[in-house]
């Protein structure tokens, strides 16, 4: 079955870090376009990063110098780090697949939930 | 950055009513434009992509249009499981970014 399951969420401080994995079955996370998408609580849905396939990255203002995207090709997985993080982050975290950088986000995972709070 | 604006923000409507959503470019995006659909708790689900093509499996009453900086989604006859909220989203070819979303809500 072609899926993504994302892990890693949970409460966390402010200024402290977390490790967000996407785990991706049925096809290749190395050939795909793989982005972070976020939604804070009572907004929209806001695009957080991109890892192409060549291995070119690129990532929102907001996340810029503090959010690391990364994979891993022998465990099919796409990985956020996130640094120095601040309440504003707090989310949804959703990774995403672009089928072969076609522009549109056609596989989603069920998101994973991340608090920044004291 | 490109910027999305989508109107209006929240739309009230009647099953079998015909809706369109506008969405706006701050520059021209040739059709490099997606729609999508979230429902509270579940994954956004594709329904357009460059601009116009039905992803494979949405129903045919949806539909999208446009090129440049101007699109529309539309939704030809509003069906109870409609109701959600929708986003446009472009890409310029380095990186993506969504409009603000717009809440179709029960009239």
């Known amino acids: 079955e072609v899926q993504l399951v994302e892990s890693g969420g949970g409460l966390v401080q402010p200024g402290g870090s977390l490790r967000l994995s996407c785990a991706a079955s049925?096809?290749?996370?190395?050939?795909?376009?793989m982005s972070w998408v976020r939604q804070a609580p009572g907004k929209g849905l806001e695009w957080v990063s991109v890892l192409y396939s060549g291995g070119s990255i690129y990532y929102a203002d907001s996340v810029k110098g503090r959010f690391t995207i990364s994979r891993h090709n022998s465990k099919n997985t796409l990985y956020l780090q996130m640094n120095s993080l601040r309440p504003e982050d707090t989310a949804v975290y959703y990774c995403?697949?672009?089928?072969?950088?076609?522009?549109?986000?056609?596989?989603w995972g069920q998101g994973t939930l991340v608090t920044v709070s004291s | 950055d490109i910027q999305m604006t989508q109107s209006p923000s929240t739309l009230s409507a009647s099953v079998g009513d015909r809706v369109t959503i506008t969405c706006r470019a701050s520059q021209s995006i040739s059709t490099w434009l997606a729609w999508y659909q979230h429902k509270p708790g579940k994954a956004p689900k594709l329904l357009i992509y460059?601009?116009?093509t039905l992803e494979s499996g949405v129903p045919s009453r949806f539909s999208g249009s446009g090129s440049g900086t101007e699109f529309t989604l539309t939704i030809s006859s509003l069906h109870p499981d409609d109701f959600a909220t929708y986003y446009c989203?472009?890409?310029?070819?380095?990186?993506?970014?969504f409009g603000q979303g717009t809440k179709l809500e029960i009239k």
């Open positions: 049925g096809f290749n996370v190395s050939r795909n376009y």
């Open positions: 995403a697949r672009d089928y072969y950088g076609a522009g549109r986000l056609d596989l």
């Open positions: 460059k601009a116009s």
């Open positions: 989203q472009q890409f310029d070819g380095y990186s993506y970014s």
